[in-house]
Structure formats: C-alpha cells, structure tokens
C-alpha cells in the first residue's frame, strides 16, 4: 500500500512525494549519494556509476542500500510502490545479464542517471528489470515506479507479463495494483463527483434536500484499497485552489494525503501484520529539499541536496525519519 502525487505552484515550482504504507518493519533514512558514487547491481554484482548527485528516503542493510523514493540535482524525483499480482520480471536473463538490474535497484539506478523523464524513456530501453529477493520482505517485491521531473512532466513505468511500458501520467497520481491504465479508466466512475451539490431535488411531488454541505462527494469511496485512495487522490488533487507559492504546494501535498493516511489498526495483513502510513515526504524539484513528518512525529523535518558540500563526501546518513 501506497499513495503518490504530483502538484505545481502557479509559479511553476513541481512538488511531488508519497505516503510509504508499509506492513514490514522499516529504518527508514535520509541519505545523500554523490555524483560518481559506485554501488553494486545486486543481480550480477556489475559495478554501476552514479552520474548525478540525489538525495533519498531509504535503508541499508548489511551492504545493500535500496531506496523508497529521491530527487536528483537536476530535479528529475522518482518513487517506487508495490504492485502485487501485476509486476511480472520474466525468467532470469542469458544473454542480457549485463543489462539487468533487480526490481529494488532500478529506483537507485534511474535516480543517479536521469536529468529527465525523456532520459528515462531512453534509459529504460538499454536495461531490463529482473526480480531478486530483497532484504526486507525476503521476497521478490513486486513493484512499479512514478517519476517526475522539474517541468512537471510525469510518467509511470510497470514491467508486466506485456513487457516494459512507461505511461503518461496526465492526473499525476499513483497508488498500487492494479495496472495504471485501469486506474485511469476507473476515474469514469466518479465523473458525478464534485465539490458542488444540487440545493434541492423532487421525485414526483416531494421536495428533498440535502442535510448539509458535501453533497457532491458522496459517490467517493471511502476505504483504503488501492483504487479507492487513487480516486479520492485524484479527485482532491483535482479541486483544491491552485497553489501560489511551493511552500503552499507542500501545504496542500500533506493536506490531500491526509484523505488516504492509512492509520495503525485500519488494514491487518494475513500475517497478521499492521499496515499503515510510516511517512509522508514531499519533494521540492526545484531545490531539492526533502519535507517529511513519521507516523509517531506528526511534526514536518526538512533536508536538502545541497545541505553537505564537502567534496569528499561518500554517502551521508542524515539520520532517520
């Protein structure tokens, strides 16, 4: 489970960011990764060069560091969420090994080598997501990924059983299973939706009116499935006032994902198992500076790229969220 947005300020500034619903435990840190860092492809153990400097929400284990969502120096931000019964990475590749990178690296891989969503497209077509077993859940986590960059232009990209596909994401919203197309075509059913409601209607001779306000948001749904929270996603995403400034953009970021915060005791997992909203993190793309506040700090914490200059710098944990 998991919640993603995009939303641009009238001055044009992106933010873009998630909920992290999870059922796992999970440390969660700020890290910056430096341009011309050198990490290991966790499926064939090739060397991969990072060419852009970004800064991430993640976590280490032993020695593999995986990464939940980040914004590069050229303001290029990306996330990953989970795709259960969707995400198909195929059989183990022969020939293409040296172009094959786990499920749980591509974030890390796009993150240090695309300025763009228009590198991301070409980056795509040179690589093939495969699934290994990660860390955390043990499993091959199944998963799909939302990208941005500075000019507000957003995608999706899901591996399935029809291969690789990067959509244009025209609401800017993304949450899990299933596919983004059905997503998409689901909206349909909530045309009637809206922040108006009729003042009185008759059937027959009798008069009826509404008992108060919100009377055009009754055909939202309410629950916290996947398809439920991209609509009321969506649709807030849709009516709220455009915002003037950035710092009303994140504003109102935190407000639409308060509609589809999971809270602890809401879903139980079949291994019994809370699963809920762990963070809520927000991206300036603009000045890639990170705002976030944790289940159990409702207080926002700010970092920025650009906080550590020293030249030297490997890998800097911020400290945990």
């Given at each position: 489970m998991c919640t993603a947005l995009t939303l641009q300020s009238k001055q044009g500034e992106t933010i873009f960011g998630r909920n992290m619903d999870f059922s796992y435990d999970i440390e969660p840190h700020l890290y910056i990764v430096p341009s011309g860092y050198q990490w290991r492809n966790s499926f064939n153990g090739s060397r991969i060069t990072n060419r852009y400097r970004f800064i991430g929400i993640g976590q280490q284990i032993d020695s593999l560091l995986g990464f939940f969502d980040g914004v590069n120096e050229m303001g290029f931000a990306a996330a990953a969420l989970y795709f259960a019964g969707y995400a198909n990475y195929g059989s183990t590749p022969g020939a293409d090994q040296n172009n094959a990178i786990a499920s749980f690296d591509f974030l890390h891989y796009i993150l240090g080598n695309c300025a763009n969503v228009e590198d991301l497209k070409r980056v795509i077509k040179q690589i093939r997501i495969v699934g290994v077993e990660d860390p955390v859940t043990k499993t091959v986590a199944p998963l799909h990924w939302i990208a941005v960059d500075r000019s507000g232009n957003c995608v999706v990209v899901e591996q399935t059983d029809r291969g690789m596909e990067i959509f244009h994401n025209p609401v800017g919203v993304l949450a899990n299973s299933p596919d983004f197309t059905w997503h998409?075509?689901?909206?349909?059913?909530?045309?009637?939706?809206?922040?108006?409601?009729?003042?009185?209607?008759?059937?027959g001779n009798y008069r009826l009116t509404p008992f108060g306000q919100a009377g055009g948001t009754q055909v939202l749904p309410g629950g916290y499935t996947s398809p439920e929270r991209f609509v009321r996603t969506s649709y807030l995403k849709s009516f709220i006032p455009v915002p003037e400034t950035a710092n009303q953009a994140v504003v109102s970021c935190f407000h639409i994902m308060?509609?589809?915060?999971?809270?602890?005791?809401?879903?139980?997992?079949?291994?019994?198992?809370?699963?809920?909203?762990?963070?809520?993190?927000?991206?300036?793309?603009?000045?890639?500076?990170?705002?976030?506040?944790?289940?159990?700090?409702?207080?926002?914490g700010t970092a920025g790229l650009f906080e550590n200059e020293k030249p030297d710098v490997r890998l800097v944990n911020l400290g945990a969220i």
């Open positions: 998409l075509t689901n909206l349909r059913n909530y045309m009637e939706a809206s922040p108006y409601q009729e003042e009185e209607v008759f059937w308060e509609s589809v915060m999971v809270p602890k005791g809401a879903v139980i997992t079949n291994r019994n198992e809370y699963d809920y909203t762990r963070y809520t993190a927000f991206i300036n793309t603009a000045t890639c500076e990170y705002f976030f506040k944790t289940y159990d700090n409702i207080q926002v």
